[in-house]
C-alpha cells in the first residue's frame, strides 16, 4: 500500500526536528563541559546542599584522582554467599533426583510417571531442607567458638564510648559558620580538617569566576593555565579543541555574580580546598568560527547558570579552579 503524501510530509517534517534536536543539543554538549576536575579525598563524594544550590550534588564524574573506594571493593574477596535450595551439595541431589524423574518418563512410564516425578520432588525438598538445617547448625557453632576476645570488654567502657561522641557531636553544634560570599550563608565546619575562609579569599573566588570564564572565550590557554589545576586545563583545553574541530567558538562575557555560599572546605596533605556554590549571569553564545554568526545562546540575553566550583592553594599559594559540577 502507498504512502500517502500526508504521511510523507509527517514522516519528513519527525525527520527535520529530530535532526533540528540533534544539532541544538550538539551546540549545547559543546558549552557545557559537565562535571571534571579533582577535590581531593572528596572527589567522588556528594557535595552538601546549600542555600545557592539546594539540592546534593553527585560526585565528580570525569577525573584523575584515582577512586580507592572502588579500587579497594574490587580487591576484596566477595563475601561467601548463603547457599541456596539448589546449589551446593542439597542443589546437585535435586537436579539428579529431577533428571532421574524426566529419564523415566522420557523411557515410557509416560505421563502416569508425573505422580512419581512429583514425589521426587518432595523427597528432594525434604533431603535438602535436613541439609540446609544441619549446614546452618554447624555455622552456628562455629561462630560461637570464634566470637572475638573483645567481647568480654565491660559495659562501661561502650559507654564511655557513646558519652565521648555525644560531646564531640555537642562540641561540633556550636562551631562557628563558614562566611558566604554574596547573599549566602556559610555552612557549619564539623570536623578538625575544616578550615575558615576569610573575606579576601571569598572575593578571590569572586574574581576566579570571571577570569577562568573569561579567559575560557577567549581560548586564552596561558590564562588558564595562570587560573587553573594542570588538570583542569587539560579538560578545559580537550573542550576547545572540541570546539574548533566543529568549526564553532563559546563565548563567555559579562560575567556577574548573583548569589553564592561555601558548601565545605577542608585542608588535607598541606592543602587547602573550598567548595562554592556559584549563582551567576552571563552572555554565553556559541558562533560559527568562519561566519561568526550565532547559533546558540542570544548576545542580548544573559542566561543564569548556578554550578559547584572547587579552588585548592598549597602552602597559602594563589587559590585555583580545581573542580566544575553541575547540581
Do not use: C
Not at 516425578?117 to 552456628?140: D, K, V, Y
Amino acid at each position: 500500500m502507498m504512502i500517502s503524501r500526508s504521511s510523507r510530509f509527517a514522516v519528513l517534517f519527525a525527520g527535520l526536528f529530530l535532526a533540528f534536536s540533534m544539532v541544538t543539543a550538539d551546540y549545547a554538549e559543546a558549552r557545557r563541559g559537565g562535571s571534571f576536575g579533582s577535590r581531593g579525598t572528596r572527589t567522588f563524594q556528594s557535595v552538601p546542599p546549600t542555600r545557592t544550590a539546594p539540592q546534593p550534588t553527585a560526585p565528580v564524574e570525569r577525573s584523575m584522582t584515582p577512586n580507592t573506594a572502588t579500587n579497594n571493593a574490587a580487591r576484596q574477596t566477595p563475601a561467601a554467599q548463603r547457599p541456596g535450595l539448589f546449589s551446593g551439595l542439597g542443589g546437585s541431589m535435586m537436579r539428579g533426583l529431577l533428571l532421574g524423574g524426566l529419564i523415566g518418563l522420557l523411557l515410557g512410564q509416560g505421563f502416569g510417571g508425573l505422580a512419581g516425578i512429583f514425589g521426587l520432588l518432595l523427597q528432594g525438598l525434604l533431603i535438602g531442607g535436613a541439609i540446609m538445617l544441619a549446614i546452618r547448625f554447624f555455622r552456628s557453632q562455629s561462630a560461637r567458638n570464634q566470637a572475638p576476645a573483645m567481647a568480654g570488654v565491660p559495659r562501661g567502657m561502650d559507654n564511655f564510648g557513646r558519652n565521648a561522641a555525644a560531646q564531640r557531636e555537642a562540641d561540633n553544634v556550636s562551631s562557628f559558620p563558614i562566611p558566604g560570599i554574596g547573599s549566602g550563608f556559610g555552612r557549619t565546619a564539623p570536623a578538625s580538617d575544616e578550615i575558615t575562609m576569610t573575606p579576601t579569599d571569598l572575593d578571590t573566588f569572586q574574581q576566579r569566576l570571571t577570569e577562568v570564564q573569561e579567559a575560557f572565550g577567549r581560548e586564552d590557554h596561558a590564562g588558564l593555565r595562570r587560573l587553573a589545576t594542570p588538570e583542569m586545563v587539560s579538560y578545559l583545553s580537550e573542550e576547545l579543541a572540541d570546539n574548533a574541530k566543529k568549526g564553532i567558538r563559546n563565548e563567555v562575557s559579562n560575567v556577574s555574580l548573583l548569589e553564592a555560599d561555601i558548601a565545605e572546605s577542608w585542608r588535607e596533605d598541606g592543602r587547602d580546598y573550598a567548595t562554592a556554590a556559584l549563582r551567576y549571569e552571563s552572555v554565553d553564545v556559541t558562533r560559527d568560527r568562519a561566519s561568526g554568526k550565532i547559533v546558540a545562546g542570544e548576545a542580548d540575553r544573559p542566561t543564569e547558570t548556578t554550578e559547584l566550583w572547587t579552588f585548592t592553594r598549597q602552602n597559602g599559594g594563589d587559590w585555583k579552579l580545581a573542580a566544575i559540577q553541575q547540581p
